[in-house]
């Protein structure tokens, strides 16, 4: 076959025509989906892959933590099938972290092959998360689980079209095995018209342009992105630096569970090398993480700092060496639970950008709120009794940064989900928000302080419930840089109607609120940058007026 | 008696103005005086009567949209405000949804809110999710804000209780207090600005609101001063976000409710034009210096919006739903990181604007690439008010031309090419978001640039038809002349839908509608001229957000229709509707509009089919494989029948029409081109 050239015109229009492609599968899942969590919260994404498994483009709005996974399923699918076993009309599906490239089981990809004139031109895919996949507890996700089986249903790279027919006894299988089976078979219908209409742009696109021109835009696309990504890494100083933090607990008795990373730069080569030797090994608790959520971490750290308008594609992913050891909590080993994976890639985040610090100290920022504090409170409506559940994750400081302060109360790094409205939370829950606020005084000082953590005060109306939570940067304050203070680390306090206060453990679960007592969720606020000493009088007068410093 | 529109922009001041008995109409530009925006005006309309033959005391209706709203918050520009919240929840402002605006972007910042936390006054008072009082609102306690109001040294208030949309008892005691107090100090108040669910929205809706009043009162005040010492008392209606007027009086009260109002009247103006030409289903695409707003219009319709935000804060109040791209005649070209060609979204502006211009800019943007072209005229834009110089273009796209290697005709059609497919790219996603295929509309559009590049955008989407209205550069302000007075109300209250609480919706209902008489009645509105129209807010129940429900008619209405109407709803919305689903209302809307009576511009008389007289030709570049000699035309000259087979550029006063070589373009009776594009 022979290939051609483009243009650099060509170029950025067929760029642009792929580009429109993953966006409009990712509107065309979000519209159609059932869950919430797809179609609210935007938790999916949409890609397209050529058929070497290489990521040519990403939807725009797709999640930082998904960057990878698709890429993981085409690897499986072209380990475990010869090209031409891949048929037009085939379609597959999978979601397990360790046979099948996934990062966490309620994550269920798709996979669609392109063919135009019999050939394979490339996949087009998307991944969304299923409001529930089976496993020990409603929404596959609470903690207290120790290994893969207990957290739903895995599926390996299976067919779920053959030919252009659906393989029904597939999606029976799928189905009996998740909770609301109506839903998700609507959540996976929205996921096969997406690559339906990704297929089908792809084919206009070919048919615009030529099979050549679009297949040497591919290869041109990763190509220049990987140009631009090791132009970045050959302008940095050569070094090795370390780095290390320490989580507070697996929540089933592991503590202070230590990562670390030397960072190897090479501007020569260029080569940027993440070695993550000396982290701990992987742990009982739910907070595992598979290469791939690895990857897509330390990726988002490294877009972050070095040229966030770089494209998500392979060229990005190339650019990047990371070795980890196998059996570590970074890349578990199977049957290792890894449903609650967001809270140490936030701290991955953390870790890579602390690596940073030296090398790039316009860029990096204190250590932030490394953490997805997740709030569950379940019980009886008294004036319905049904049962309902509320859950929540809640943001809290960013670290403070060279030219400014951290930002206050906020989503960090790889998440940027939404809070629900105190009007929502009390009208769909027997629930009283008493206050959500600042928490004031928490962000570590400096000469631009981190971010102030979140406090949110809730209680239950005259009912008893039950409080769960999963909290982290509980004992490990997040750091401060080039001398800035820790922020203070976040804490779940349970207060009774007289007032008296009790401090929870990190991961509590089970617990007991009275009517009349609430529970207070506190997040950390972010380290601070540079000395306090170095405040200008400015920012100190107006930490004091605004009140969000009651010190100096 | 003659309605006159006046839009004023970031440059110019447009007139276009209308006599109601006669249909003669007259249009033209103003450069706008942004210091003092109300003198543009006031010139304006003196020139009217000495220039235009519109004596000032044949003016009856003045309708107004401006941007002094939307300017003050882009300059942050406003009040020193106070915001009085309910105990525990000052920061809620401030803590917005716990969202960054670029989530790869570790130094991008949602903006501060525009009120200080120390003038954030937390209030002893609850309401609870059903409306009752938990907490009481006393007066000791109104006395003790008061204190706290008196020594901050603020301009303007704000006041947002939790649920004041179910109950709207203490927002509304401690707001009656206040004014009684602080005669000086307006108060925004979130069950008057906007009294719907969702705390963070509406108060910070609010607090805009409070943010632009005083502004807003001033500059109004100074318009209706000088409007009634020059003309006399004329009725003065001012341009909603939402495309509808509202009094100038309401304007005072809301000014954040002309926020978005800017690019609003040419949608409207664009409305009026697809219908005139019979052709229901556009696509607008309003291309201006620097950015393209796209809007779907379907059956003469377009659609509102209530997630739209400015400056990165959310204003939960309808507004036409608008799409905006960065790409406009001012955009620049560059090459990215990772040497691919870009153009936009970053513009030239106005000052120092396109290397043609003259004014010192050096960076090529697709003004200058038009020009290389020969799409646009070196004798300049305005009717040679305003010359452009070629070799400044060339010289600014020349090192291009250079990177690319190829020639400099070739490097500025792939600025144009490129600037195309951007914008393709926005009206694809807006069309798919909306469940809808581009290739069923046909484009429409307006703006300084829009027709300059509508036959290739036409192409790339493969859309047949392009319908260029008959004044594209002044759309906004004879859009503002087809406006209607009209007003938004709404009521809060989740209620789930059945046979047993229908009695309950009705009631409710009513409510609002009762609501919207009065409204009539303190606009001094005729029955006759009242239109009112009913939407749902609707949602199964578990599910965050809403879908509108037109309610067609209440007389006939039944439990089981509106769950039916629903269920089609939600079906076109999201490709499915499953009906055992548990549904509920959120919000009652009602949009009461008047029935404007106006009549229609004269048009010359037809006379068949014909070609008309080019002015003129000169070489245009269509492709890179050579320039065609290309006829010029004169638009003003061309009447309806008129049939030009591309290719051809049609010019005017503000605004350049391109047909392609395939292309035919042909007059029609409401004087708009229409070009039939070739595939």
Redesign the interface.
Known sequence: MKIGKVDLISLEIINNALRSVADEMFISLMKSAYSTNIKERHDHSSAVIDVRGRLVVQAEKSLAIHLGSMTGLIDSILDQYAIDEIKPGDMFVANDPYCAGGSHLPDVNLALPVFVAGELICFVCNIAHHADIGGMVPGSMAGGMSEIYQEGLRIPVVRLFSKGELVGDILKLLLLNARVPEERRGDYYAQISSCRLGARRVEEIVERFGRNQVVVSFDEIMKRTRSRVDNAIASLPAGTHVFEDVMDDDGLGTENIVIKLTLTIDPAAPRLMFDFTGTHSQVLGNINTTMNATRASVLYAVKALLDPDAPNNQGLIDAVEIFVPSGTLLNAEFPAAVAARANTCQRIVDVVIGGFVDVLPECVVGGANGANTTTVIAGVDPDTKRQYVYFETLGGGFGGRATKDGKDGVQVHITNTSNLPIEAIETEYPLIVERYEFAEDSGGQGRHRGGLGLRRVIKPVAHSAIFSGFGERFFNAPWGIFGGDEGRPGRFTLVSATGTSKRLISKPSGIVIAAGEAIVIETAGGGGYGPASERSPESIADDLESGKYTRG | MWNVGVDVGGTFTDFFAVNAKTGMSVSFKRPSTPETPATAIINGLAELATERGVPQEAINRLCHGTTVATNTLIQRKGAAVALLTTD?????I??G????P??????A?FPRPVV???NRIEVKERV??SGEIMVDLTSEEIDRVAALLEVSSVTACAIGF??SFKNTDHEKRLAAELRARFPRIPFSVSSEVHPE????ERISTTVLNAYLQPVMNSYLGELERQVRERIGPIEVNISQSSGGLMSLDRARRFPIRTALSGPAAGIVGATRMARKSGIPDVITLDMGGTSADVALVRNYQFDLAYDRSIEGFPIRLPAIDINAVGAGGGSIAWF???????VGPESAGAHPGPACYGLGGIAATVTDANLVLGRLSSHGLLNGAMTLDIQNARRAIEPIAVK?K?SLEAAAL?ML??VC??M??AV??VS??R?HDPREFALLPFGGAGPLHAADIAKALGIRKVIVPHAPGILCAAGLIYSDLTEGLVKTA?IKVSASTFADILNLTRSVLEDADKWYESEDVKTEMRRTKIVFDMRCV????EIPVDIQDLETFTADRLRQDFMREHER????A?LEEQIEIVNFRVTTRVETNFVEPLVPIAEGPHAPDPIDERLVWFSDAGPSTTKIYDRDTLKPCAIIAGPAIISQFDSTTIVHPGDAANVDMALNIIIEVAS
């Open positions: 525990g929840f000052k920061d809620l401030e803590i949804r716990q969202v960054r670029r989530i790869y972007d570790l130094q910042d200080d936390r120390k609870s999710a939790l649920f669910f969702r705390e963070y990215d990181r990772d040497g691919l060609l870009k690319l190829l792939g090419n490129i497919a951007n393709v790219r694809r996603s798919v978001e469940g989740p578990g599910q965050n957000f919305a999201y490709g499915f499953n």
